[in-house]
């Protein structure tokens, strides 16, 4: 078994299947060839816009999925409803804005801190392991302490960019192993995702051993057409093993 977790978003089967308003390809199917493929999660967003999962995507892979199932989530009084109801095994909260492509950056924490500890808190009552997802910075990661996550996840982004585009991007790694060593002294668990791909994921993997997830998405099923999802996923896991 592999030291590091590997989480499987599948987010991007249903932006194929919404591009044609079909039932095909089905988020559902994609999440138990992940299950069996050895993902040890499953990530879903669910966007207030619905613009890949919807609802109903939620509620039939949380009851068919045995493996755990990670749901991310904007700030909102809508979102808790949904996410008390399904008690997701784990939850993330992310930053949601309704015209970017994707999620931009990490959450502001100081922004409706007494509404996040509020989230935080009804969240892990009801069974849910609570996470943020925020930049790797000292500031962020006090607050999520003090807010009582279980665990940040650190924006890759800027990093996979940088190695995307064969820049530099030495002190981008090194601040994120600074961000790793100090979450983790604090107890929190570390987790890392966005933009990652095969040889991002293998140069932070190789750095910085802290890591205890990688949710991997949009590269993970795009390589998925071409090779399978089983054949993907058991790639990532040799390299984060
Ligand atoms: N982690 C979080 C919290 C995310 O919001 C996302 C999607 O933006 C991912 C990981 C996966 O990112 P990607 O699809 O770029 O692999």
Redesign the pocket.
Known sequence: MSKTRL?V?I??VATVRNARGEKYPSPLRAAIIAQKSGAHSV?I?LREDRRHINDSDLKEIKSKLKIPLNL?IAATNEMLKIALKHKPNFV?I?PEKRKEI??EGGLNLNYKKKFLKKIIDKLKKNGSRV?L?IEAKIRDIKIAKELNADCV?F?T?KI?NLINKKKKYGNELKRIEFAVDFASKLGLEI?A????NYQSTKIINAKIKKIKEF???????GESIFFGLNTVIKQFKKIII
């Open positions: 989480g978003n987010d991007h990530t967003h991310e993330c992310v994707t999620t996470s997802f996840e924006h982004g996979c987790h995702g966005h933009g990652l949710n991997i998405g949009h590269f993970l099923i």
